[in-house]
């Protein structure tokens, strides 16, 4: 007898080391998942922190928020991400409907802004950023500005001639910042007078990039000479000491940033546990710090060197119809935009 209880408790004591080895205490993972429409410079910070803070340690895929929640929606009968994290919450209502979301109600989003919780508790808003112009300053001056134009006022500026193949935007299909500059056109301009604007607008298109950022570099390094962009990445490379101003036009739209946890993730405890961690003070100061991004948290300041979230013009955009509407929107997009260009 006294040999079997030596051998079962070194039976014990091999599996409480083997638990220990594996990063697991009582079942519980240490482990995170990660599909983010985030910076690569963002998303470190983030790592870094979660990690310290929690002993999580997250493993992710960056990507465009169209790329990304196609990812989620391809692998909907078996996850690979316990988190969507980053791009607007109009990507993410689809998502929802088609089941893709574990229902969860932070306690940390109790005194935010109704607009920025899911009223169904399926995402959580943690961030905003509202869509700008990107200006090369001095291609503008040499080649714009002698024929008589001044910079950019409003979307309809850009319907002007003169802006033939110097500007560049985003796809809708597959960036979200696209998607939200259309549904905004939309709201702003009605039905039928918007695909006529898109229509136009089209005509001085250079071509559509696959992210709203990656309009960004060719205008600072004077490839083009306006880009369409979320004004919090252009300033980042105003910082770096590129040529370039930052244009918000009347009337523009804003992104809801958001955060979900996915259906049938392997580690949704810890999911959860992220998403209470975005709604800190601290996060929400990190986050602005470094993305240029208003946090939804009144007690952060808003980001250096970008207008009071109060000062900026915003159209009456329609969250809840911008994401039914995604769809049906990008389809037409592709189809009589996109798909008849000549180039």
Known sequence: ?????????????????????????????????????????????????????TGIQIEYILGGAGDMSARVLAEKNSPNADILVGGSVDVYGPLAREGLFEAYDSPNNDK?????????????????????????????AKELAPNGLAYPKTWDDLLDPRYHNVFVTSNPV???????????????????????????????????????????SPVATGEFIVGMSWAHDIYKQVKAGYPIDIVIPRETAYEIGGVAVVKGGKNTENAKKFVDWLLTEDVGIMNTTNSNRYSVLESVPSP????????????????????????????????DIVSKRSN
């Not at 959580?124 to 090369?136: C, F, P």
């Not at 702003?188 to 604007?197: F, I, K, N, Q, V």
Request: overall charge positive.
């Open 112 to 140: 935010l802004d109704a607009r920025f919780n899911d009223p169904n508790h399926f995402w959580q808003g943690w961030y905003m950023g509202v869509l700008g112009l990107v200006i090369n300053r001095d291609r503008f």
């Open 174 to 216: 597959t960036a979200g910042g696209g998607y939200i500059f259309t549904a905004a056109q939309i709201f702003r301009l009605g039905e039928t007078r918007s695909w006529e604007y898109f229509s136009n607008l089209d005509k001085n298109v250079h071509h559509y990039y696959r992210g709203a950022g990656d309009c960004i």
């Open 304 to 335: 250096q060197g970008l207008p009071k979230l109060e000062e900026v013009s915003l159209v009456n955009y329609d969250r809840t119809k911008a994401s039914d509407m995604k769809n049906e929107v990008v389809a037409r997009f592709d189809r």
């Open 1 to 53: 007898m006294r040999i079997k209880r030596i051998a079962l408790a070194f039976l014990f004591s091999i599996l409480a080391v083997s638990v220990f080895a594996s990063g697991k205490q009582g079942g519980a993972s240490n482990k995170l998942f990660i599909y983010a429409a985030l910076n690569e410079d963002e998303m470190g910070s983030i790592i870094e922190k979660f990690k310290a803070d």
